[in-house]
């Protein structure tokens, strides 16, 4: 005899709306959710089963609680996945060339499923993150035009609509914020590169709002190479200044040449 069909429990049902918005990016990492009250009355459920779901939510790590009884957005790669990172970075700087080869693929297939799968809400968020690039850029300080960027690219995650990518890639964009990966004022600080990054970013961004995937991978990869040889270059001249900053301070110890 088949099982009786049993409606879904109003908890449960709850608890699988959330982790869908979590899951899909509309919660992001961090975000604080609404006090209980009103999240019961936007739900129109009552507390206790709320209550109940974010329990549930909370026991399975997708939820975390914080000061004042507020509930926040748990990343769901957290400090397993990037402490190790972290300290492997901060005893192998060279490993930052390797996050930039694996930037750069995935920049790529972003940008490409960007294109490809981005709707209009997806392209109006990502108009706006060129266009809060294109206005800090103005600034003498490059400090927001760097965040900008990160922003940027986020919003290319998004729209590419792969879960997977989205949420390793939110993961490393906070470390990337911290400068982890790079010194990112240090890169913006050269000559000239603000404007080359600036036209780079503008391209993806073009090829995407013209739903060009090809284009749109293109010019992400291109964006990606053209950083780190530019880390690279400036690898190179800051090795030659430290040789240069050392003969000068042996010349103060040794007795006085012939």
Do not use: W
Not at 5 to 14: C, M, S, V
Not at 32 to 40: C, D, G, V, Y
Not at 59 to 77: C, D, I, K
Not at 91 to 113: I, K, M, N
Request: glycine content about 6%.
């Amino acid at each position: 005899m088949a099982e009786p069909i049993r409606p879904a429990k109003l908890a449960d049902t709850i608890a699988d709306h959330l982790e869908q918005l979590i899951l899909e990016g509309s919660l992001r990492p961090g975000e604080r959710l609404l006090a209980e009250r009103e999240l019961a009355q936007r739900f129109d459920v009552s507390r206790p089963s709320l209550r109940e779901a974010l329990d549930k939510l909370e026991r399975r790590g997708l939820l975390q609680s914080g000061r004042g009884g507020a509930t926040f957005v748990a990343p769901l790669l957290g400090e397993g996945f990037t402490e190790p990172l972290y300290d492997a970075l901060a005893s192998r700087p060279e490993t930052t060339f390797d996050y930039l080869e694996f930037r750069c693929f995935v920049e790529g297939s972003a940008a490409y499923f960007a294109a490809l799968r981005g709707t209009d809400i997806d392209r109006t968020m990502i108009r706006e993150g060129f266009e809060t690039m294109e206005a800090a850029h103005q600034h003498d300080d490059p400090s927001d035009e760097a965040e900008a960027d990160a922003d940027f690219h986020l919003a290319v995650y998004e729209a590419s609509h792969n879960l997977v990518m989205l949420h390793i890639m939110r993961s490393l964009s906070d470390m990337f914020r911290k400068d982890v990966f790079y010194n990112r004022a240090k890169l913006y600080q050269r000559q000239g590169v603000r404007e080359l990054l600036l036209e780079q970013h503008r391209a993806v961004y073009l090829a995407i709002m013209a739903g060009d995937p090809e284009a749109a991978r293109a010019a992400a990869e291109a964006h990606i190479v053209f950083t780190r040889d530019a880390l690279q270059e400036i690898a190179k001249a800051d090795a030659r200044l430290e040789v240069s900053l050392r003969r000068i301070a042996g010349s103060d110890v040794v007795a006085a040449r012939k």
